[in-house]
């Protein structure tokens, strides 16, 4: 079992940066695929970046490619979402995610694990 809380969402002025954390409980951190992923009301569940357990393979959303960057620390048992060029389009609720299968995915259904969500506003 893997308990997951976000933190470090809040509101952020368009074209502001601002850094998403998630804690993850247990001791198989590193084994774990982490993911981001963003809902606003009335819309899916949308991918937005995932890392492998060692941190070495990283995969985004075309959507925030080349602004947001995705890290861990496993000694920390810590996954992050650093989000630069921010737009208000990328207000949303942010959840973080954790994957047991070696296989990654972007399918939210993929993911075993879930945080209770942060809210990020974008103001323009």
């Known amino acids: 079992q893997v308990q997951l809380v976000e933190s470090g969402g809040g509101l952020a002025q368009a074209g502001g940066s601002l850094r998403l954390s998630c804690a993850a409980s247990g001791r198989t951190f590193s084994s774990y695929t982490m993911g981001w992923f963003r809902q606003v009301p009335g819309k899916e569940r949308e991918f937005v970046a995932r890392i492998s357990g060692s941190g070495g393979n990283t995969y985004y959303a075309d959507s925030v490619k080349g602004r947001f960057t995705i890290s861990r620390d496993n000694a920390k048992n810590t996954v992050y979402l650093q989000m630069n060029s921010l737009k208000p389009e990328d207000t949303a609720v942010y959840f973080c995610?954790?994957?047991?299968?070696?296989?990654?995915?972007?399918?939210?259904?993929?993911?075993?694990?879930w945080g209770q969500g942060t809210q990020l506003t974008v103001s323009s």
């Open positions: 995610a954790a994957r047991s299968m070696p296989i990654m995915t972007i399918r939210p259904s993929g993911y075993d694990y």
